[in-house]
């Protein structure tokens, strides 16, 4: 049974078609790499699978748990940080970490919290308050929390936008060791093509709202006559039609 | 339901207050302002009437029992808009957190704030100017308890809005409290006021508490039945603040107002 199942996903805001109709799973150990131009329709795809936003059609589940009509459940078994959604600024990290937790029903959490700590190297920014930390800290703290409750499902979207290269690097190999050595599948976005694919085991390229390619990050650009995983994305944000043709 | 969870959003609003002399302040200032304007008033008021009666039950008590019932509502809306500053629900609704038990923790939030500063009013009360609650006997209880149950309501309903309308709204809810007080009759009876006014008081359960605690101080009895009415009343208001915040709650998950909530999506 994958981790993530999604069948016939649509979204529609007044006229404007965000996702439609798009299918997909992750597996356990996956790293699944959503990528496409901007409003192609990943974020859209993302807050519903979160249950932040609801589909007009379609079905998700988490671990085969329907995530509209067993929330709860399914919910606690996913987890995510965007770049986007820093945590709150007026608590300190380890008093995020704590609410995040309990909200996740995390148990050992103290321990939890302390291995995490050490994990993403935010020991000497315990105390701190989020909002003062740089945007790179925040991340790593935001991560720290998606990592929380060791989730079947961990959601990222673009995770390393603001990372330097070497954060990024370690970042990745901690995203990689999770997917490794839990049960947890991850479903990635990222502008970053040379991360994707030294990262993801599988990409799928959205264009408005629907799933144009998917396949192998390394050896998708050359089924499609491109050198690099780069010009196959910049061919589906600007020429997606020539690739449907194929 | 989880304890749990709804504790969580308990012990968040702790860690808001423990950290910052911004957030204890509101909690004792306004109060304190207010007992130090009509304690004083009250007392002139007293040196001057010919009539020997006491404003201290009469007005103090009544201010006091007015900045109970606004701080209950304040308590909700802060913890809320606590969310709002920090653009934080995108990070909690996606949590496994119901939306039953955010509002109740909301709530027991307040509840919790809320006696700290009846605390607080009841010592200055009692050691500046003489007033003591239980001036209104046993009658105090159900008093508190209106206002208790009509403040919880006007803040889900003051959250609800702002979920709908956006961050800036919230300046909508601030006065809420203001343009409530001059129907429900806090310092003068609703007799005094034109007959359109007073039959917009008769739908306000702090109408009944102000209404019974001058009856006390004038000798008179309380109709009980009035505070039931009351009470009836805040609880039908609490359902359906409750069910407006589910409702607009469901609309933003379809909206997608829930994820991406600022001022400049929803306005």
């Known amino acids: 049974m994958p981790i993530l199942s999604v069948s016939g996903l649509k979204k529609v805001y007044d006229d404007i078609i965000a996702v439609d109709g798009i299918s997909f799973d992750v597996a356990s150990h996956e790293i699944v790499g959503l990528l496409g131009p901007n409003g192609a329709g990943k974020t859209t795809t993302i807050d519903m699978i979160l249950g932040v936003l609801k589909p007009d059609a379609g079905t998700i589940s988490i671990d085969g748990l329907d995530i509209f009509s067993h929330r709860s459940e399914a919910i606690s078994r996913t987890n995510f940080s965007a770049v986007y959604t820093p945590l709150p600024g007026n608590l300190t990290v380890a008093q995020n970490l704590r609410i995040f937790g309990r909200l996740y029903s995390v148990s050992n959490l103290s321990e939890r919290i302390e291995d995490l ?50 954060t990024a690097r370690d970042v990745r190999l901690k995203i ?71 | 339901m989880s304890l749990n969870r709804i504790l969580t959003i308990v012990l968040r609003q702790l860690y808001l207050i423990r950290g910052s002399f911004s957030r204890v302040f509101p909690l004792f200032a306004w109060i304190g302002v207010d007992m130090i304007l009509w304690g004083f008033l009250t007392r002139y008021l007293n040196s001057v009437a010919s009539s020997g009666f006491n404003f201290v039950p009469a007005l103090l008590g009544a201010v006091l029992l007015w900045d109970f019932f606004a701080r209950i509502m304040q308590g909700v809306t802060i913890a809320f808009f606590e969310d709002v500053w920090s653009r934080n629900f995108l990070n909690i609704f996606a949590t496994p957190l119901l939306i039953s038990e955010y509002v109740s923790g909301l709530v027991l939030t307040s509840v919790l704030t809320s006696l700290l500063g009846l605390l607080i009013m009841l010592v200055l009360a009692t050691t500046l100017f003489n007033l003591s609650f239980f001036a209104y006997g046993f009658m105090i209880f159900p008093f508190l308890l209106v206002l208790f149950l009509f403040g919880i309501s006007l803040g889900i309903f003051g959250s609800a809005l702002v979920l ?84 607009i709650y469901h609309s933003a998950l379809k909206s997608g107002l829930i994820a991406r909530y600022s001022a400049e999506s929803v306005s």
Request: charged share 20%.
């Open chain 2, 164 to 247: 709908r309308l956006g961050p800036a709204s919230e300046w909508f809810i601030w006065p809420i409290p203001a343009i409530i007080s001059p129907f429900v009759g806090v310092l003068y009876p609703i007799s005094t006021l034109p007959d359109w006014m007073q039959a917009v008081s008769r739908i306000l359960p702090p109408t009944y508490v102000f209404e019974g605690l001058r009856a006390i101080i004038t000798g008179k009895s309380v109709p009980l039945i009035s505070l039931a009415l009351a009470a009836a009343l805040s609880f039908i208001y609490i359902f359906l603040a409750y069910l407006l915040f589910v409702r």
């Open chain 1, 117 to 166: 700590l050490v994990r993403f190297d935010l020991v000497k920014f315990r105390d701190k308050k989020c909002g003062v930390l740089s945007s790179g800290e925040q991340t790593r703290v935001s991560l720290a929390k998606s990592m929380l409750n060791s989730p079947n499902l961990l959601l990222l979207d673009e995770p390393t936008a603001s990372l330097d290269p070497a």
């Open chain 1, 176 to 246: 990689r060791e999770f997917a490794e050595e839990c049960k947890g599948g991850v479903l990635w976005t990222s502008h970053n093509m040379y991360e994707v694919e030294d990262v993801c085991n599988r990409v799928l390229f959205l264009s408005h709202g629907k799933i144009l390619l998917e396949g192998n990050p390394k050896t998708l650009p050359a089924e499609y006559g491109k050198k690099t995983l780069e010009e196959l994305f910049i061919a589906v944000a600007r020429e997606p039609l020539s690739l449907e043709e194929n």
